[in-house]
């Protein structure tokens, strides 16, 4: 079946840097969500994006739909402690209802 | 209050037990989705449901089934819980075609021994 590729697995940054993560896959999407998923918790929407190309923020946050549409990535500038947690991408094909997920970013931050 | 409400929100059983995860959304949304999540996956879908009267596989069925009682309402049932369906499920609604956004509820950790 369909897939998303998310990468990086896990990270662990310093308090105040900046930090990116992204989705690949071979198929196209007419929408990409990323979520924030804290341990024992449901998954929060962050973003949504519709459009090839969009751009949109969310405080700190920013993500993209890339050109291809097969693509998105997020970074979140100036990470604070509470940013811990794990960050997932969510993509629905084209034509279709379906949504596919990424398996996740870890996400750390050393204060 | 969440707007998407799962109950309960743990619970352990033993194999063979019949099972059943409720969920309710004050969203007024029409589409509403059952998903499990294991380590290291992707949420994976069980069914879905688009109105009242629409009921949907998804991509793992086996082994659930699903009552849409009304808009608000969707559950899940385990008619005879196993080992392997130990997992955190989570409910979802979204709104329609054109706002393509999924809320997710808080999650149901089901441990089946």
């Known amino acids: 079946g369909q897939q998303l590729n998310q990468s990086p697995q896990s990270m662990f940054i310093q308090e105040g840097e900046d930090v990116s993560m992204n989705c690949t896959s071979s198929?196209?999407?007419?929408?990409w969500l990323w979520y924030k998923q804290d341990p024992g918790e449901g998954p929060v929407l962050l973003i949504a994006?519709?459009?090839?190309?969009e751009l949109t923020s969310n405080g700190r946050l920013t993500a993209q739909f890339g050109i291809t549409r097969k693509d998105s990535f997020l970074n979140i500038s100036a990470s604070i402690p509470s940013d811990v947690g794990i960050y997932f991408c969510?993509?629905?094909?084209?034509?279709?209802?379906?949504?596919?997920f990424g398996t996740g970013t870890r996400l750390k931050v050393l204060a | 209050d969440a707007d998407v409400t799962q109950t309960p929100r743990n619970r352990i059983t033993k194999t063979g037990k019949r099972i059943m995860l409720e969920c309710s959304q004050t969203?007024?949304?029409?589409?509403m989705y059952w998903y499990r999540q294991d380590p290291g996956l992707g949420l994976r879908l069980i069914y879905y449901?688009?109105?009242?009267?629409?009921?949907n596989k998804g991509e793992i069925s086996d082994g659930y089934s699903v009552s849409r009682q009304a808009q608000a309402k969707f559950s899940l049932s385990l008619e005879s819980a196993i080992p392997n369906q130990t997992a955190l499920y989570f409910c979802?609604?979204?709104?329609?075609?054109?706002?393509?956004?999924?809320?997710f509820g808080e999650g149901s950790r089901l441990t089946v021994l």
């Open positions: 979802a609604t979204s709104a329609s075609v054109r706002r393509r956004e999924l809320f």
């Open positions: 198929s196209i999407f007419n929408t």
């Open positions: 994006l519709y459009k090839a190309g």
């Open positions: 969510a993509g629905q094909l084209q034509g279709t209802y379906k949504y596919i």
């Open positions: 969203k007024g949304h029409d589409r």
């Open positions: 449901s688009f109105d009242v009267k629409d009921i």
